[in-house]
Every structure is written in C-alpha cells, then in structure tokens.
C-alpha cells in the first residue's frame, strides 16, 4: 500500500461526471457504506479524491461482472482497510480479469459515457491506435473491458509512442508467461481427461493472475527503487 500524495478536490459533481455516474448514485453509494467520506472543506463543501474514483471504477468492474449490490457490499467490506487508489486499481485488474472479452458496437455519445468524459477527436485517435477502439460508419467498435484503462492512460504524461512501445513489451511478455504456463499445466495434467483440465484451468486462471499482478507490482516497485537510487525495502545493502 502506498501513500496518496493528490488532495481531495473534486466536488460531487466533478466526481460523478469523471466516474460516468449520477450524482444521485455516487450519494446512494455513500449512504450504503461503498464510498469513503469526503473531505469536508470551506462551507461545507464535500470534497473527493482518486480513492473514490477508484472506488466508483471498481464498483462498475463489479457490476459488470453481474453482481447485486448485496455481493457487492460484502466484496467491499472484506477489503482490507485503508486502500489507496493504486490498491484498487489493482483490484479492480483482477475483477476484470474474470470477464469475458466484450467488444459493443457504440454512437459517438455512447462512446464518450462510457469513457466516462468527452472524448477529443484526438483522444478517439490515440484508443484506436491502443486498438481500444475501432471507427466504423459513424460508429464505433469499443473494447469495453479495455476502454477505462485506455481512458486512464489519456492523462499519463508520456508520449503516444512510448506507451504504444510499453503495451508491445507488455503483450509480448504476458504471451510468453502465457506459453509457458500453458505448457506446465498441459504437462501436469498429460493423463487427465478433457474435462478435468477444463476445470482445473477455470480454477486456475484467477490464481495466476492475480500472482502475476502482484508479483509484477513487486518487480516493477524494485526497477523504480533502484532507478531513483532508493534502498531496497528489505533494508539490504
């Protein structure tokens, strides 16, 4: 868990229109529990934070997944306390991770709601070139489990180029890590029948994502720290 250095800003408004939600959910959310305070600034004045946008995205993950608000109260509630946003991004990784890819076919409208923003034509350019979204006849082909990483990746202060260059290094690892898995298990399970390994891949597969997810965000904290010539966290020289 890291510590959140951004300050609550975004009044109620400003949280709902970034989160794609009605003002009256983000109040419903509050009510029920899944939404932290604000912080209560000059007049009163609520204010919010990436923690609850992060919330709100991981609500929406949950929801697309099919579940009823009951289940996602429980999910909610056994997170552990104190989650920062990063944290619930990588939660929210994992949820999305169980769906099944999901390709609509949207308006322009459409596509800016589910973005949650209004979308630049530059902004459409730059998720089509990410091969989030495709433009067809005054429509467009959206990948919806990919588009509000796509969105997130709009305001990342690098280049068009690099993060292109960063989704190949990405794809061609996870394809490798992917292979190699694949080849374990087949060779665990050479004797078993068909429908034994149906199963046990469905078991697995959250399994090993989420220890690809964390072990990744250890490896990726380590580079970091020893990039910017910080000491290890285990304390060792």
Avoid: C, N
């Amino acid at each position: 868990m890291t510590i959140e250095t951004e300050e609550p800003t975004l009044t109620v408004d400003e949280l709902a229109a970034r989160a794609g939600v009605t003002v009256r959910t983000v109040r419903f959310y509050s009510t029920k529990g899944l939404l932290p305070p604000p912080v209560i600034g000059p007049r009163r004045v609520g204010h919010y934070g990436p923690r609850h946008l992060a919330r709100l995205a991981l609500i929406e993950q949950l929801q697309r997944q099919g579940m009823t608000l009951a289940a996602i109260e429980r999910y909610l509630h056994r997170l552990p306390p104190g989650l920062d946003a990063h944290d619930l991004a990588l939660h929210r990784a994992v949820v999305a991770s169980w769906a099944p890819e999901t390709v609509e076919t949207v308006t322009r409208e459409e596509l800016d709601r589910l973005a949650g923003r209004r979308l630049t034509d530059e902004d459409v350019e730059r998720l089509a070139a990410m091969e989030i979204v495709a433009g067809e006849d005054g429509s467009f082909r959206v990948d919806a489990g990919l588009l509000r990483l796509g969105v997130e990746l709009l305001d990342v202060p690098l280049s068009q180029d690099v993060v292109l260059a960063a989704r190949e290094v990405l794809l061609e690892h996870s394809r490798t890590a992917a292979r190699e898995l694949s080849r374990l298990l087949r060779e665990a399970v050479a004797e078993r029948g068909a429908q034994d390994v149906k199963s046990l891949s469905a078991h697995m597969q959250p399994l090993v994502v989420e220890a690809l997810l964390t072990t990744f965000q250890r490896s990726l904290r380590t580079e970091l720290r020893v990039w910017l010539g910080e000491p290890p966290a285990d304390g060792s020289p």
